[in-house]
C-alpha cells in the first residue's frame, strides 16, 4: 500500500501547483502554432527543435502514462524505494505528455505546409533521433525476459532528460547567429518557465507532506527537467529582451522615422500625376 496525505492544505495545495503547471506548460505550446499560422511561415523556428522535442514528450509520454497506470512497475518502485513511498507522477503529467505529443505534431505539421525558406531538418538530428529509438528497442528487448519495467521506463525517463537539453541548443544557438528571436515565440518560453517554478512547487509540496525527499530522486527526470527547462528559458528570456531586443527596436525606429517623413497631404502635383 502507498502512502497517504497526512495534510489536506498540503494535498489541495499540490492539485494546484500541479495543474498550474500542466496549463502553463500545455498552453505555452499554443503561442508557437498561432504564430506560424498567421505568419503562414515557420521561418526563425528551427525544425531540429521541433524533432528533438518530438522525441522528448513521447519518451516522457511513455514513463508518466506507464507509472502512471501499471500497478506492477508501481509495486516495482516501492519495492525500490519504500513500500510507503507515493508514486511521484500525477495525473496533470500524463495530460500533460499526451497534449504536449498533441501539439508537437501539430507543429510539425505546419513545418511541412507553411512557407519555410531554406531551412531543413540536420543530418545530426535525424541521427540523433535514429540512435535513441534503436537504444530504446534494444533496452525494451533486455528488459522483456526479466520483466524489468521500472529499469525500461527508467530509460525512457533518462532519454527525455537528454532530449531536453539536445532539444534547446539548436534554437538557442539559431538566435545567437541571427542575432534575432524573430519567428520564435516568447511566450511559449515565458509559460514554460512558469511551468517549471510551479512544477518544482508541487514536488516540493509533496516531500514536506510526506517527510521525505524520494520523489525527487526516485524520478530525477522530472527534477531534471524542470532545471533543464527553466535553464534554458532564462537564456532565451536575456536573447529576447536583452541581448538581441536592440534590433528589434532599430527596427521599429525605422519604420517610425519612414512613416514621419512622409507628407501628411499629397502634394497637387502628385495628385495630378495620379489622376492622369
Known sequence: MGSS??????????????????????????????????????????????????????SYLIYNATLYFSSAVQQQYREKYGLDEMIPVAANDVAFSIHAVLLTLVTLFQ???????????????????SVVWSAATICFLIALPHHSWLWLISVFNAIQVTMTVIKYIPQAFMNYFRKSTDGFSIGNILLDFLGGVTNYGQMATQSIDQHSWVNFYGNIGKTLLSLVSISFDILFMVQHFVLYRSKKDALSASKLEDETKKPLVKSSHQSGAHSV
Open 5 to 58: 496525505w497526512n495534510s489536506i492544505p498540503l494535498e489541495i495545495a499540490y492539485q494546484v501547483l500541479g495543474w498550474t503547471a500542466f496549463f502553463s506548460w500545455s498552453i505555452s505550446f499554443y503561442p508557437q502554432v498561432i504564430l506560424n499560422f498567421r505568419r503562414k511561415s515557420v521561418v526563425g523556428l528551427n525544425f531540429d527543435f521541433v524533432v528533438l522535442n518530438l522525441t522528448k514528450h513521447s
Open 111 to 129: 513545418i511541412f505546409i507553411y512557407e519555410r525558406g531554406n531551412q531543413k531538418v540536420s543530418r545530426i538530428s535525424l541521427g540523433i533521433v
